[in-house]
């Protein structure tokens, strides 16, 4: 097994890091950095539960290996509040009832995060096509689709 | 008492926020697969059978144990014992012969998971494959193969009737005046046959126990589970250990449906622990695992006959179920029972003969699934319904309306209904919907219908499965409030602390909830299933706060030299209303008061206890089904859809989904409504997408992009939750559960709207484009 050496920035913290080959950015965030907000729910990329921003994109860090992630810049669920200010996307989703047994809440954030810093005022339909790869079993998507459109209408805030 | 002077704001029946919103949102909220065991934590793969039904001749497990890393390889030679909910059937891991594809036949434990997978294609089984039995009616055929020959000799509980020598783990009979002579009475009579597949709970957070046992022999188990006592109770007892010696602590649970209740992969932590005393032993399952060796919702054939007079007055119903429980029963039997016993749906029907049938089939273990076969049952009696009512020329709502349960209604079983609001669900869902009035479609290729169904379930449980809790309060006068309940998502915690607060007389900001669950330190909860803990765990706190209450007041009236009538707590303050004298709660919680004498103090650190059991619940008569009081309650409701079917695909779009039921009353608003939306999404889902297949056994969509579920996509375009309320006369404030009801009318209310707009009915669920279209053609609707 090779190691690799990398510098990430994981929520606003530069890290340096030696990782395996074969684990995933999910497993080095999880078990390395003991950041287990970012949730496993199928490590094959089809639940969106370990929705993590990449460089400001959303990505399953299932499917995205750690040692491709030198000098990228990460965030995770734990990212999102600032000075204990929790993100617009947080306080809705809290405001909107939007969170059940919440598994699928992390992932469901940085996915409504990732929107909003690229679409700050989503259409309904936009909203249910960028949650689409985020799988919920308990709420039914309705509070949550509430909470991104009550986000779009809070403060600013890029994350 | 005096009348209060100052108005105590209840939180009961606000919608306070969720307890736990903010460190779920935050990434802080604790699961099971977060906890941090060290270096010493090892990782168990499970070895499974490739066979649906086969003898095991052979296990050689010496290659696997050579295999460095590997710390432990175990089979069923090393665990002798039963284990079953209801009727103790299987072995943690086979012994003789295994039962489906995926029956658990060895374990590994490795000082990782890589190497533990690897020891596992080291281990030699050698099978005689059995013919295997992949379908209930065929299953209780006198030639069928015998899966459990040992089924006589099995420990079972007293209200299930499994016959030994067939496949037969459950006959629950229903039988009420004369159904024969009822149907030459009948103006219009129909008789349909469903098919209800197999489907899976889908939590996003898989299965997980992670097991320890000491050097004495005792035993730690952290896992996501919806039943902590039971699995102390029923995995102590098969490995021969004494319950407290089992220790279960429950994080958080990433979502539960009925698939972490009771035991499905727990015991196998906790058996290959043993053989690695001192060191954690994780278990997690796979995706693809969960989707076969977890519970599925087990498949049901149903047939009905019904019958009405010309008035559109029920006569008759003869209806029998046979449901496809699997390989072994941790609750399919009693799912049985609880359809048997509900087989007319909430309707007073004077002639019945009811027949469900529990088959073990080489399938996938069915267990419990949100709605507790209430959901299958209901898909084909409410196409039923619909189908008699235009027959002898009703319309939908006014035939249920008529013959719907009201209070004070004679039940199936015998006895009456309590107080219930269904016929107000029934007109409100309908109302909403617009019903009778045809809207005209989106374009020209596109149908509309709208549907409706009503429902029925009552909790299915043991007579006597009871709920306890503790209050306690800390030097500052704030609550925290033990119970043994989990929160799955539903907001169980939530409502806990709105139940204290309002009981005790202190703001609800004030409670909190004493978590993790923990066996060791939380007080007793049968299991959090069958939509019971805001009515019965609900109890034993108000029970629990009141006894805090009296303590308090008893104390603070001997001080002031006041009667305890006299006094109130309100805000965390008590007060009297004679003297006007208040002191806050946290001057006398811990420290108790001096007396007046100055000599000694009294009182002490305050703590209430209070527990809940049903207790006028009777049997059933095992060769009719009567008895005065078989179950505690019954919450109804109905929900009502308006569709489109797109005739150049199939497709159908659900545009609007309504769901009303009697909740009794709703102690946290917005939560009700959240289950009656996440429910009726869930009923969608099932409707139109999820399908376990299983083809000779073999499950052949396991995993999440072949087995959809619905997205935000797939959601209606609006939804509406009305909530009834019509007091539950042993409920605290007079609520009754909602958890599981939300999903039981969809499918028939979607299969009535697809009806109404072009025309067909399906023999079962999932009514997918390519079903739909393909009927549509058969029907010359399209070509």
Redesign the interface.
């Known amino acids: 097994m090779a190691f690799h050496k990398i510098n990430v920035t994981v929520n606003h913290e530069p890290e340096q890091m030696v990782v395996p080959s074969n684990m995933t950015l999910m497993q080095m965030l999880r078990e390395s950095l003991a950041l287990t907000g970012t949730k496993n729910g199928c490590s094959a990329g089809e639940c969106g539960a370990c929705t993590v921003l990449l460089n400001g994109e959303p990505v399953n860090s299932c499917m995205v290996l750690a040692a491709e992630c030198d000098g990228a810049n990460i965030i995770t669920v734990e990212g999102l509040a600032r000075d204990k200010q929790l993100d617009p996307v947080q306080d809705a989703l809290i405001q909107a009832g939007g969170v059940q047994c919440g598994f699928c809440t992390p992932g469901i954030l940085i996915s409504s995060r990732a929107l909003l810093n690229r679409n700050p005022s989503p259409t309904e339909e936009e909203i249910r096509e960028a949650l689409v790869g985020n799988l919920c079993r308990c709420t039914g998507y309705v509070r949550i689709i509430e909470s991104v459109k009550k986000a779009a209408d809070m403060k600013p805030h890029q994350t | 008492m005096a009348e209060p002077k100052i108005q105590n704001s209840s939180p009961v029946g606000e ?1 306070t ?2 307890i ?3 460190e ?8 099971t ?2 906890l ?1 065991f060290g270096n010493a934590l090892l990782y168990a793969r499970i070895k499974r059978s490739p066979h649906p039904h086969a003898l095991i001749k052979k296990t050689d497990v010496a290659r696997a144990k050579a295999l460095p890393g590997v710390k432990a390889v175990v089979t069923g030679e090393d665990f002798p014992g039963y284990i079953g909910l209801y009727l103790q059937d299987r072995y943690i891991f086979c012994r003789d012969r295994a039962r489906y594809v995926g029956d658990p036949v060895a374990g590994v434990a490795a000082v990782s998971e890589e190497i533990a997978q690897k020891a596992l294609d080291l281990i030699e089984v050698q099978y005689e494959a059995l013919e295997p039995v992949l379908d209930p009616e065929a299953g209780i055929r006198p030639d069928a193969p015998l899966l459990h020959p040992d089924l006589g000799k099995y420990v079972v509980a007293g209200f299930i009737y499994p016959k030994a020598g067939t496949n037969i783990s459950n006959h629950f009979k229903l039988r009420k005046g004369n159904v024969e002579e009822a149907w030459d009475k009948c103006a219009a009579v129909i008789e349909r046959s469903y098919r209800i597949p197999h489907i899976q ?6 299965h997980i126990a992670i097991a320890k046992v000491d050097e004495r022999g005792e035993v730690t188990m952290w896992t996501s589970s919806q039943s902590p006592f039971a699995q102390r109770n029923l995995i102590a007892q098969s490995l021969g250990i004494s319950q407290s010696e089992m220790r279960v602590i429950s994080p ?6 009925g698939g972490k209740a009771g035991v499905s992969m727990e015991s196998l932590a906790v058996a290959i622990a043993t053989k690695v005393k001192g060191h954690p032993v994780k278990l997690r399952l ?2 693809e695992e969960e989707f076969f060796t977890a519970f599925v919702r087990q498949g049901l054939s149903a047939h009905f006959k019904m019958g009405c007079d010309k008035n559109g007055k029920l006569l008759a119903m003869e209806n029998c179920f046979y449901w496809d429980g699997g390989a072994y029963t941790e609750y399919g039997v009693n799912i049985a029972r609880a359809a048997g016993y509900s087989c007319t749906g909430p309707y007073e029907v004077p002639n019945v003969k009811g027949d469900s049938y529990c088959v073990y089939t080489n399938h996938p273990v069915g267990g419990p699934m949100r709605g507790f076969g209430m959901p299958e049952m209901h898909a084909g009696l409410e196409q039923c319904m619909d189908e008699l009512a235009a027959q002898i020329g009703m319309d939908a709502v006014e035939f249920r309306k008529l013959n719907c349960l009201k209070t004070d209604s004679i039940l199936a079983t015998g006895g009456k209904i309590h107080p219930i609001g269904l016929e107000e669900c029934i007109q409100k869902a309908a109302n909403a919907v617009d019903w009778g009035r045809k809207s005209p479609a989106s374009a020209p290729n596109k149908r509309r219908g709208k549907g409706i169904a009503a429902m029925w379930k009552a909790p299915a449980m043991p007579p006597n499965a009871g709920s306890s809790a503790w209050v306690e309060l800390a030097e500052d006068g704030k609550v925290n409030v033990g119970i043994g309940g989990q929160d ?4 169980a915690f939530t409502i806990s602390a709105q139940m204290a607060a309002a009981t005790l007389g202190v703001p609800y900001e004030w409670v909190r909830v004493a978590a993790p669950v923990d066996t060791r330190y939380s007080p007793y909860e049968w299991q959090t299933v069958a939509s019971r803990l805001t009515w019965s765990m609900g109890n034993a706190i108000v029970n629990a706060a009141k006894d805090v209450r009296k303590q308090i007041l008893d104390l603070v009236a001997e001080a002031w030299d006041e009667s305890p009538d006299e006094l109130d707590i309100v805000n965390g303050v008590v007060i009297s209303y004679k003297s006007e004298k208040e002191t806050p709660l946290k001057n006398l919680v811990i420290y108790g008061l001096p007396n007046p004498d100055g000599r000694g103090w009294k009182g002490g650190p305050v703590i209430g206890r209070g527990n809940f059991m049903p207790k006028d619940v009777t049997g059933l008569d095992a060769e009719t089904g009567q008895g005065e009081h078989g179950v505690v309650h019954y919450t109804t409701g109905a929900q009502a859809v308006e569709l489109e079917v797109d005739l150049d695909t199939g497709r159908i779009e659900i545009l609007k989904g309504v769901a009303a039921f009697d909740v009794g009353k709703a102690i946290n608003p ?2 009700v409504k ?1 289950q009656m ?6 009923g969608i889902s099932s409707a139109l997408l999820e399908h376990l297949q299983l083809k000779d056994g073999f499950p052949k969509n396991a ?3 072949d087995y959809r ?5 797939d ?1 209606p375009r609006e ?1 509406q939750s009305i909530i009834v309320e019509v007091a539950q006369d042993d409920g605290p404030w007079g609520a009754r559960g909602i958890g599981e009801h939300s999903m039981v009318p969809t499918i028939p209310a979607i299969a009535n709207a697809i009806f109404d707009a072009v025309g067909i009915r399906l023999e079962g669920p999932p009514f997918t484009a390519e079903k739909i279209y393909l009927a549509m053609l058969d029907a010359g609707i399209v070509k």
């Open positions: 919608s926020p969720r736990d919103a903010r779920k949102v935050t990434g802080a909220a604790i699961y697969d977060d941090q709970h889908v939590p996003i957070e898989p958080a649970v990433g979502g539960g449906f796979t995706r799955i998502g539903q907001g917005e939560l959240a939306e996440g429910g009726l999404v869930q995993n999440l992009v579920i619905a997205t935000s996509s959601i939804m």
